[in-house]
């Protein structure tokens, strides 16, 4: 009996595991839940990193874009911008500025004052000027500047000052005070020749003589006094300076022979 009880109790504990194993089947799926929720949870950072770099690059292109219409706006703004001087600009040869005259030239061969202004709306600082000398020079003045007045400093420069044409040599009323002395000149020829047939003349066996009487002697003596005014004349036609007049206002080209730095 008692070998029987045991055998029933073995056979009861074995059935009692044995339905436990069979009522567990829930350990399997948890096991699957479990690796799904893994897989999940492994993919979820994969999509984040793809979204972030995908936003990385959409503002780095939005930077890109707003950085380019700024850098439009910025053009833009410098191309309706009026030229303004800059202090430390250089003037290349050949360089070219309109201006007017200041005052008035009344040129001889001596080196005559010229001041000019250039006229604004060209780069420089208004008022630039211009201080310039000029020479007659086959019936023009030459005109040579070696200094440019700024607002608030004087620049050493080399400059020619030419007419609107681009001519060299500024064109004005030409005056070469030899007409005066010419037309002196040859009044006083011709009085000679008057007061020369006014004299009388006596006729003899020797020929034609010149009476010598008061009369003669006067007309003579006038006759003299014009050959030396001719000859005076003559001499100061060929010392006579040409002059050359131009007047204040005219408009005129300045021309830089040499580059200018450090402005």
């Known amino acids: 009996m008692k070998t029987l009880a045991i055998i029933l109790i073995a056979l009861g504990f074995s059935a009692e595991n044995f339905a436990e194993v069979v009522t567990k089947p829930t350990k399997e799926p948890r096991i699957t839940w479990a690796k799904d929720i893994k897989e999940k949870t492994t993919e979820v950072p994969v999509k984040k990193i793809t979204r972030t770099k995908v936003q990385a690059k959409a503002s780095e292109l939005s930077a890109i874009r707003a950085n380019g219409q700024k850098i439009r706006a910025i053009l833009e703004d410098r191309i309706n911008m009026p030229t303004i001087w800059e202090g430390d600009a250089?003037?290349?040869?050949?360089?070219?500025?309109?201006?007017?005259?200041?005052?008035?030239?009344?040129?001889?061969?001596?080196?005559?004052?010229?001041?000019?202004?250039?006229?604004?709306?060209?780069?420089?600082?208004?008022?630039?000027?211009?201080?310039?000398?000029?020479?007659?020079?086959?019936?023009?003045?030459?005109?040579?500047?070696?200094?440019?007045?700024?607002?608030?400093?004087?620049?050493?420069?080399?400059?020619?000052?030419?007419?609107?044409?681009?001519?060299?040599?500024?064109?004005?009323?030409?005056?070469?005070?030899?007409?005066?002395?010419?037309?002196?000149?040859?009044?006083?020829d011709f009085a000679q020749g008057m007061l020369s047939a006014a004299q009388t003349r006596l006729t003899s066996p020797m020929g034609e003589v010149r009476d010598s009487g008061v009369k003669n002697q006067l007309l003579q003596g006038m006759i003299n006094s014009g050959g030396t005014t001719s000859d005076i004349l003559l001499e100061e036609m060929k010392k006579a300076e040409p002059v050359v007049t131009v007047s204040s206002g005219t408009e005129v080209l300045i021309y830089f022979m040499e580059a200018a730095n450090a402005l």
């Open 90 to 188: 250089q003037i290349l040869t050949g360089k070219t500025y309109k201006g007017i005259l200041l005052n008035s030239i009344v040129s001889s061969n001596l080196a005559s004052p010229v001041l000019v202004r250039a006229l604004p709306g060209q780069g420089l600082p208004y008022p630039t000027r211009f201080s310039c000398a000029g020479t007659t020079q086959n019936k023009r003045v030459l005109t040579l500047c070696n200094k440019m007045i700024l607002p608030e400093k004087e620049v050493a420069i080399s400059a020619q000052i030419l007419n609107p044409d681009g001519s060299g040599g500024l064109i004005g009323e030409y005056d070469d005070g030899k007409e005066e002395l010419i037309a002196g000149a040859v009044l006083s």
